[in-house]
């Protein structure tokens, strides 16, 4: 959905009767995207931005869209299946059935876009009427929530961000459904020194839609993480005592959810040792995961590159 938001707050500019389509309930499809979103224009221009399920269902929820400006609703939930030969032609693992929310641009606050834009921590909790025909929707953050919000949504939704992963939650009200979607902050992989391993872990990153930051300064490393720390994780490949220590230090004391290094048991003692006597506990000094990386039996740079990555996904998926 973050992609989209250019185009949304342009759209809502403009004025268009536009709609956006996400999933609330899905069965099968094989990996997916959980945050896949498509923008339709309902107008008589008839765009659309963005996809789901690689298009396969996208010419029919356009179609919806129009049907829904046309009776004046504001949402509607519409089932979509994709089976046999629909599943090869998309190039999907497999096909699957899902319920499609379908909910009018106008009702969505601008600010969620601003977030998307920015790239920030956002939720987004929409309660639909008994008949699923009007929606509203309001934004939580990890900070902040909109008065209008019921507080379990709220909880719900932090306790979504704190995951580090895109998700949604259906919660039944008894007068009307709350669909929660959380858009977290794509991790941004910092780390600290330079070599083969580091390209390495740049290009990992990649793969995974992440961001990534190589860098030898110490200051460097403070500026990020003060910038948004619960979207870092820190990787730290430095042997330089006047580089790791306070790097990891930093990272240690701000809240960063994966603090890894690499090294040898005397680098790590080394590094503990240092960090104690910086005022830190045993309690900080469990966070740091070195050896670096899951066991996968890596070997060369390139598996220890991944290892290290899926140790990090590892890390964020078993957040409270």
């Known amino acids: 959905m973050r992609e989209l938001a250019r185009t949304a707050r342009e759209w809502a500019r403009e004025?268009?009767?536009?709609?956006?389509?996400?999933?609330?309930?899905?069965?099968?499809?094989?990996?997916?995207?959980?945050?896949?979103?498509?923008?339709v224009d309902a107008g008589p221009g008839g765009q659309c931005r963005g996809s789901l399920y690689r298009g396969a269902a996208d010419r029919r929820l356009a179609e919806e869209a129009a049907a829904l400006v046309s009776a004046g609703h504001t949402a509607r939930i519409r089932a979509v299946?994709?089976?046999?030969?629909?599943?090869?032609?998309?190039?999907?693992?497999?096909?699957?059935?899902?319920?499609?929310?379908?909910?009018?641009?106008?009702?969505?606050?601008?600010?969620?876009?601003?977030?998307?834009?920015?790239?920030?921590?956002?939720?987004?909790?929409?309660?639909?009427?008994?008949?699923?025909?009007?929606?509203?929707?309001?934004?939580?953050?990890?900070?902040?929530?909109?008065?209008?919000?019921?507080?379990?949504?709220?909880?719900?939704?932090?306790?979504?961000?704190?995951?580090?992963?895109?998700?949604?939650?259906?919660?039944?009200?008894?007068?009307?459904?709350?669909?929660?979607?959380?858009c977290p902050a794509v991790p941004h992989l910092l780390v600290v020194g330079g070599g083969e391993l580091a390209d390495l872990l740049v290009a990992q990153a990649g793969l995974l839609g992440w961001r990534a930051t190589v860098t030898e300064s110490s200051e460097?490393?403070?500026?990020?993480?003060?910038?948004?720390?619960?979207?870092?994780?820190?990787?730290?490949?430095?042997?330089?005592?006047?580089?790791?220590?306070?790097?990891?230090?930093?990272?240690l004391t701000t809240g960063v959810p994966y603090v890894g290094a690499l090294g040898s048991r005397h680098t790590q003692d080394r590094r503990a040792a240092a960090l104690r006597a910086a005022g830190l506990d045993e309690e900080h000094l469990r966070r740091v995961h070195g050896p670096i990386g899951l066991d996968l039996g890596a070997r060369t740079p390139a598996e220890t590159a991944l290892a290290i990555c899926a140790e990090i996904l590892t890390t964020l998926a078993a957040a409270p």
């Open 15 to 39: 004025g268009r009767t536009a709609v956006l389509a996400r999933p609330v309930t899905e069965k099968g499809f094989g990996p997916k995207r959980p945050a896949d979103a498509l923008l």
């Open 81 to 182: 299946a994709v089976h046999d030969e629909a599943v090869k032609e998309a190039g999907l693992t497999c096909g699957g059935q899902a319920e499609i929310l379908l909910q009018a641009l106008h009702t969505i606050p601008v600010r969620w876009w601003e977030l998307m834009a920015e790239g920030a921590d956002a939720a987004l909790v929409t309660r639909l009427d008994g008949e699923r025909t009007r929606a509203r929707s309001t934004v939580v953050t990890p900070a902040a929530a909109d008065p209008a919000t019921p507080p379990r949504a709220v909880e719900s939704a932090r306790r979504l961000l704190a995951r580090h992963r895109a998700g949604r939650e259906l919660l039944d009200t008894g007068t009307g459904p709350l669909l929660v979607e959380s």
């Open 220 to 251: 460097r490393v403070r500026e990020l993480i003060a910038g948004r720390p619960a979207a870092l994780c820190l990787v730290v490949l430095s042997h330089e005592p006047g580089v790791d220590v306070p790097a990891l230090y930093t990272a």
